[in-house]
């Protein structure tokens, strides 16, 4: 089982460009969480989906952030425009079932300059 | 309000000696509690979990934690500490608000093992 795959691992960008992080989820898992995580702020749920519906998008900061799942296997979380503030390691997680632990996968570093 | 506490920010501890790092929750329904650990740049890791049943937990990596409903904690613990269990713990919540289940994740516990 090859995990949670994110990409890209590393992102640097400039202020008020375009990012788009990806994540592959572990096969056979209906929940996909995003999560940021900084040092001030602790990690954040952002938004998760359920069968590949979003249930809960109320941890999304702003309309600047956007997340989609068009199939089982396969998510985005989309900023833009991004801004310096938004650096973060952002994190996907999926699990089976609502009570069940999640898996957590490498994380995407984002820097926005 | 619903919420999950890590009152320490730190935990050091000698290698050999037990390890107690502390969570307490807050919900509103019946707790779904959890324990995750993160090594540097890596991304959490599930330890235990504690859903219905017997109050002690036993987890991973010879990690257990007890659950007390009266005083609403969760307390991780090991008997005797290795070095390569320093990393940063946290421990989260799943509660049910409004019809929505909410995940919620303490600030962590950074536990430092002294050789």
């Known amino acids: 089982d090859a995990g949670v795959i994110q990409s890209p691992r590393h992102e640097v960008t400039e202020m008020g460009q375009e990012v788009t992080l990806r994540c592959k989820p572990i096969s056979g898992h209906d929940y996909l969480f995003w999560y940021r995580q900084t040092m001030m702020r602790g990690l954040e749920l952002l938004i998760y989906f359920n069968n590949n519906v979003p249930i809960d998008d109320s941890g999304m900061p702003e309309d600047r952030f956007s997340a989609k799942m068009p199939n089982a296997s396969f998510s985005t979380l989309k900023i833009q425009p991004s801004e310096p503030r938004d650096s973060a390691v952002y994190f996907c997680a999926s699990s089976f079932g609502v009570i069940n632990e999640q898996f957590f996968g490498p994380g995407t570093r984002l820097t926005v300059l | 309000a619903q919420s999950v506490a890590q009152p320490e920010d730190q935990v050091n501890v000698a290698e050999g000696n037990p390890l107690t790092v502390k969570c307490t929750y807050s919900v509103s329904g019946n707790p779904y509690l959890f324990w995750y650990v993160q090594y540097p740049n890596r991304g959490l890791q599930f330890l235990l979990k504690y859903i219905t049943g017997d109050n002690l937990v036993k987890g991973s990596y010879g990690f257990e934690a007890e659950f007390n409903k009266s005083q609403t904690s969760f307390h991780l613990k090991k008997p005797s500490a290795l070095v390569s269990d320093s990393a940063l713990y946290f421990c989260?919540?799943?509660?049910?608000?409004?019809?929505?289940?909410?995940?919620?994740f303490g600030t962590g516990t950074r536990l430092k093992v002294l050789a």
């Open positions: 989260a919540v799943r509660d049910m608000i409004r019809g929505t289940y909410k995940y919620i």
